[in-house]
């Protein structure tokens, strides 16, 4: 059977576009709306998804390297 979620409002904190120089950190922002269930957040670059650690929802990079350029989505 299919699975609903229903979700209040749109996603209060989404990332935005952000300038950072090589070996910079930089902290991508997300935060979804509250839910029922809780809603899982996945972060996307270039349209593939990404298997790395959260801070919270956010999205944080240590290091920037030039293979990190790219559309984020969460």
Partial sequence: APR???LDKEFPV???STSVSIGERVR???EPPH???P????WSKDGKNLSLPLDHFDLVLPSVQSSDFGAYRC
Avoid: F, I, N, Q
């Fill in 28 to 30: 991508l922002r997300c």
């Fill in 39 to 42: 809603p899982t957040v996945y």
């Fill in 35 to 37: 839910g029922s269930p």
């Fill in 14 to 16: 989404a990332p935005t």
């Fill in 4 to 6: 609903c979620v229903e």
